[in-house]
Each structure stands twice: as C-alpha cells, then as structure tokens.
C-alpha cells in the first residue's frame, strides 16, 4: 500500500443533508406499516449509503480505478484513468454538476477537477515535473480556487528558487 497523501474535500453539510433526506423518505414511505420510525430512518440511511457508493463505483469506475492505482503506489498506471474520468465528465458535464444527487457525491471539488489535480500528483510522483506544472495550471485556468494547484505550483516554485540560490 502505498503512503501517497490522499486529499478527501466532502461538502459535509451535504452529506448530512443526503443522508437524513434518505432516511426521512424511506421512513415517510414506510409510515403506516408495522416498521417503527427509528428503524425506517436507519434503514433510508443505509440504503441511500449503499447507493451512493455502488452509483459512484459504476459511473465514476475511471476514477475509483485511478485512486486504487494511486492507493497501491501505481502513479503511472493512473494517469490514464484520470484522462478517461476527465473524458467522461466533459461529455457529461450535467451528471458531474449534479454529482450531490445522482451520484451521491459529496466531494467539494467535481469529478473533472479532481481529474486535473490526480493527474498532475500521479506526473509528480513519476517524475514529470514539466507536465505535473502543465496540469496543475489547466486546473487552475478551469478551477481558479483550486488550493490543492495553488500550493503545489506555490511549492515546485519554491524548491526553484531554492536550489537556484545552491
């Protein structure tokens, strides 16, 4: 397993509002039966989770297979599931913009953000300075707040400048 850093951005406040949203729905479905509020809540709550991952596993499938690349220490191996996830979502721009609702997501960045920026880390990590650069600044030219661009272009300038002054 590898001990490369993974960066997890939730918009919490939506995960919390999904997940209760799920189980007041489940629960408000199942008034009236011999299933007791608490259970029906619990039960929403569950199923909307199990949704959300096996949705997320089936339409996201580039990305999930890029971060286990990335997880087990395979940076080259996941670059091309970044540029594929990063395809999808282009084509499918609504589906990445509705990501908290149909995907279950709730990731504070986008599919296709995250795409820029795990493939500018997996060019780092291989020692692709150059093209790790060229990302990191597309994800900023697409996403101008991205922080995660911001402090590594901040950084490889840094070490610039440092081993300039050697």
């Not at 999904?18 to 008034?31: E, F, R, S, T, Y």
């Not at 009236?32 to 089936?58: E, K, N, Q």
């Not at 990302?135 to 101008?144: C, H, N, V």
Request: proline share 2%.
């Amino acid at each position: 397993m590898s001990r490369a850093p993974i960066i997890h951005r939730y918009a919490w406040p939506s995960l919390i509002f999904q997940a209760i949203l799920a189980g007041l729905i489940v629960a408000a479905l199942l008034a009236g039966t011999d299933w007791s509020f608490d259970i029906a809540f619990l039960v929403g709550i569950a199923v909307y989770l199990g949704y959300s991952i096996g949705i997320r596993r089936v339409v996201a499938k580039s990305h999930w297979r890029g971060m286990n690349a990335v997880k087990s220490g395979h940076f080259q191996d996941a670059i091309p599931f970044f540029k594929d996830s990063y395809d999808f979502f282009s084509r499918h721009v609504w589906l990445d913009k509705s990501r908290y609702l149909l995907l279950g997501s709730s990731s504070a960045m986008s599919y296709r953000e995250m795409a820029l920026v795990n493939i500018a880390f997996c060019f780092a990590q291989t020692g692709h300075g150059q093209r790790s650069r060229e990302y990191y600044e597309r994800a900023l030219r697409e996403y101008p707040g991205n922080v995660i661009a911001q402090t590594a272009l901040r950084m490889a300038d840094s070490f610039g400048e440092s081993g300039a002054h050697q």
